[in-house]
């Protein structure tokens, strides 16, 4: 019987059929594959971000703002930051704070409340920011005499006398010759490091080298012969007036209620000017409840002009006659009823996040604010 050789072509051509068939569909599935994992990833980290958002909220904007914007805390939605910090600085910073800053550790093997997958949406939050992060300049700080002179007042004057005049305590500081023979650098070193031996304590330990860069600028101011007053807000003398009274003080009481009559008018110098008359009477308590009155009321407005102010600024959205529209009914208002003086301007002033009241601290100033509340309050008997 003859042999013939067997073909095996057809099985081949089949075989490669399979093959090519089989790496199409690996291909095919690599691909769906790779557009799935994508997908998860992507559902994964807004998870994540969502996370980060209430912890973000809870832990974080108290110092570092709503949006990162800064605050006690510096800035972090900033597009020079983001870029220039990985995500694993973020992770240990956050983790284990920042010695000596007031930046604590938040880790909860530090004792804080967050454990790390807390701390990685945190961090994937501070990352979904990059793309629209804004540039922001680092403010340079500038020496300002009349912060110098409401820290000497309050500081310095005890001992060197108001407007560095001198006492027997301690030596003349405005003084023409002696400011012209000693620089700068002297007055900084002196008050940085005391002179022990002359009486002059350590203010290094106390004040920052802001506040003693204030100091040195009043000095130079005084050098040229400037006449430099202290950037005294009337709240805070009321603030100090009262607490010398409650501690039996009446001669600092007295100095402060000085101080603010020099800086205000109307209304208020009349309620000053009668705390003082109490306290010169040997009524101090009466003079305590006068302060405290004006500190409830304060700041003090015309409502004249608020409503000037309130017609330009206001009525939009709040109506003429405070009814409401876009903004809330303003003419019987609960939190207008409920709230100080003080607490209403601060609202006018920064606005309210999350709703439609904008902050107007660009477009009026704190006079016209103090107005607009005295106006509102008329809406409310």
Not at 257 to 273: N, P, Q, Y
């Amino acid at each position: 019987m003859k042999d013939y050789p067997e073909d095996y072509s057809r099985y081949i051509q089949i075989g490669l059929v399979f093959v090519v068939v089989m790496l199409l569909g690996l291909t095919l599935y690599a691909l769906s594959e790779g557009e799935r994992l994508v997908s998860a990833a992507e559902e994964f980290n807004s998870d994540r971000i969502q996370r980060g958002k209430q912890l973000y909220a809870a832990q974080c904007q108290a110092c570092h703002g709503g949006n990162g914007e800064g605050g006690t805390g510096p800035a972090l939605n900033s597009k020079k930051v983001l870029d220039s910090t990985p995500d694993s600085v973020f992770f240990s910073v956050i983790r284990s704070g920042v010695p000596n800053t007031q930046m604590p550790a938040w880790s909860v093997e530090y004792g804080g409340p967050l454990t790390d997958e807390d701390v990685r949406d945190i961090v994937a939050l501070l990352r979904s920011w990059q793309p629209t992060a804004p540039e922001i300049s680092i403010e340079t700080f500038v020496p300002d005499p009349g912060q110098g002179a409401l820290l000497f007042a309050s500081t310095c004057a005890v001992c060197h006398g108001e407007h560095g005049a001198g006492t027997e305590q301690a030596p003349t500081i405005n003084d023409p010759a002696r400011l012209e023979a000693l620089p700068d650098e002297w007055y900084r070193g002196v008050i940085k490091n005391g002179r022990p031996a002359k009486g002059m304590p350590t203010w290094g330990t106390v004040l920052s080298p802001e506040q003693i860069d204030d100091l040195v600028s009043l000095i130079a101011a005084w050098r040229e012969g400037t006449t430099v007053a202290p950037s005294f807000s009337v709240g805070e003398l009321l603030d100090q007036a009262i607490f010398a009274l409650q501690n039996d003080d009446t001669s600092s009481a007295s100095l402060n209620i000085a101080r603010a009559v020099k800086i205000t008018d109307g209304t208020a110098v009349a309620m000053l000017e009668s705390a003082e008359e109490q306290i010169a009477s040997g009524e101090p308590q009466a003079a305590l409840a006068t302060l405290q009155d004006l500190r409830d009321q304060w700041p003090l407005g015309d409502p004249a002009n608020g409503a000037s102010v309130y017609s330009a600024n206001c009525a939009a959205c709040h109506g003429i006659q405070g009814e409401g529209g876009v903004g809330v009914v303003l003419s019987r208002n609960t939190f207008i009823q409920n709230s100080s003086n003080a607490e209403i301007v601060e609202l006018i002033q920064n606005g309210r996040d999350g709703t439609l009241m904008a902050a107007f601290e660009d477009r009026l100033i704190g006079v016209e604010m103090a107005d607009v509340v005295a106006f509102l309050r008329l809406w409310q008997k």
